[in-house]
């Protein structure tokens, strides 16, 4: 079956920009979660949802950092006014539900160069 | 969040078995010992998990200590396709606490042919 799937793979802009970034996570999986990778680190967590509210978005770095899932499925995370320090992976993953105890599943993620 | 140690690196040859420990003494009663891995450009994927007892799935072993202050993720016979960074995560089972992936910089696995 399909899996997590991103777009764009790639998006390169200027500072100051404003970027969406889009996620559609496994058909029936009620939690999507947004983490950032930058060269040579782990994932860091921004932000999940459970359904189509903001369950934890206490990984978002600041307010130019918003994310939605208006229909609980696909969510797009949204970056205002963006800085060269945006740069990275940002990688998406959803799961049947939330807790430990759930696999989360990821997509191959968007790299955003910002210049 | 607990936090898990592990070497940057290591290095093994096809074919032969490789073991990636972990170590975690902080770990709670209520955390969850998680492995996931990340091969080259893309996201990580689920390896494995456990509590107490030793785990066994298609992909590999869990080995966790008495104690649980250390685990050790084992592949029996490491291919090409292993070589990726390998995470150890706690989780807590908690729906809301344990919800989050805690990923640390993990271990860079090289398979030799």
């Known amino acids: 079956g399909a899996g997590v799937s991103q777009t764009p793979s790639n998006k390169v802009t200027e500072k100051g920009k404003y970027v969406e970034l889009r996620c559609d996570p496994i058909?029936?999986?009620?939690?999507l979660y947004w983490y950032r990778q930058s060269l040579g680190q782990g994932p860091e967590f921004l932000i999940y949802?459970?359904?189509?509210?903001?369950?934890?978005d206490s990984g978002l770095p600041n307010d130019r950092f918003f994310a939605v899932r208006p229909e609980g499925s696909v969510s797009t995370l949204k970056i205002q006014r963006t800085e060269r320090g945006d740069s990275a992976v940002y990688l998406c993953?959803?799961?049947?539900?939330?807790?430990?105890?759930?696999?989360?599943?990821f997509g191959p993620g968007t790299r955003l160069t910002v210049l | 969040d607990a936090k898990t140690t592990q070497p940057n690196s290591m290095e093994s040859n096809e074919e032969e078995p490789v073991h990636l420990p972990c170590n975690h003494s902080?770990?709670?009663?209520?955390?969850?010992i998680h492995w996931y891995r990340q091969l080259p450009s893309q996201g990580p994927e689920y390896v494995i998990h456990?509590?107490?007892s030793n785990v066994n799935n298609r992909m590999a072993s869990l080995a966790i200590a008495e104690d649980r202050k250390s685990s050790t993720l084992i592949l029996h016979r490491a291919t090409l396709r292993d070589a990726a960074v390998y995470y150890c995560?706690?989780?807590?089972?908690?729906?809301?606490?344990?919800?989050?992936?805690?990923f640390g910089e993990g271990t860079q696995l090289t398979v030799n042919p």
């Open positions: 949802f459970q359904g189509t509210g903001a369950a934890d």
């Open positions: 993953a959803s799961s049947l539900g939330t807790g430990g105890l759930n696999e989360q599943f």
């Open positions: 902080t770990i709670s009663g209520t955390d969850y």
């Open positions: 058909s029936g999986h009620t939690a």
């Open positions: 456990g509590l107490t």
């Open positions: 995560i706690l989780r807590d089972r908690g729906e809301t606490s344990g919800s989050r992936l805690t």
